[in-house]
Each structure stands twice: as C-alpha cells, then as structure tokens.
C-alpha cells in the first residue's frame, strides 16, 4: 500500500485522535498511564507484535530509544524461549 507522506501523517494524527483523546479507548486517560507513555523516560523498550507502531511513536516523543520487531519468527522464538 503505497501513500504518500502527507497521506500517512494525515493516517497517524487521525489514529492518535481516537487511541490517545478523551473517548472511548482513553476513558479517564486510562490507556495513557497504563503505558506510562507520558511519565516514561530514559529508557529502552522493546515491542514486538507492535502492529502499526503507534504506542512507539508516542514513547519516542518522550525520548525513549525503541525498538520494534514485526518478524513473526522473532516473535515465535522469543515466546520459546522467554
């Protein structure tokens, strides 16, 4: 699916309106401080399964280096072994 940038900021300010706004999914800023997204900082934090990397996005405003992994054979060995 290719977009153009425009597109895809557009995409992402629109999903960060309905995951992170008062509403539904953030129902007394529930989603916000489950995630720690605005009082995490100077961390690492690995996300695999991260989807469209949108909680990503969010923690690296903060400053937190991040890293995502979307390979599902990463994912299936590190359910092995962890």
């Given at each position: ?24 999914r953030?129902?007394g ?5 489950t995630?720690?997204l605005?009082?995490?900082h100077?961390?690492r ?38």
């Amino acid at each position: 699916m290719m977009k153009s940038d425009d597109v895809l900021k557009k995409m992402i300010i629109d999903m960060e309106k309905i995951r992170y706004n008062e509403g539904y999914r953030n129902w007394g800023n529930k989603w916000r401080s489950t995630l720690k997204l605005d009082t995490t900082h100077g961390k690492r934090v690995l996300d695999y399964g991260c989807g469209s990397g949108i909680e990503a996005l969010q923690y690296a405003k903060t400053g937190i280096m991040f890293t995502l992994l979307i390979s599902m054979q990463v994912i299936f060995h590190l359910q092995k072994k962890y």
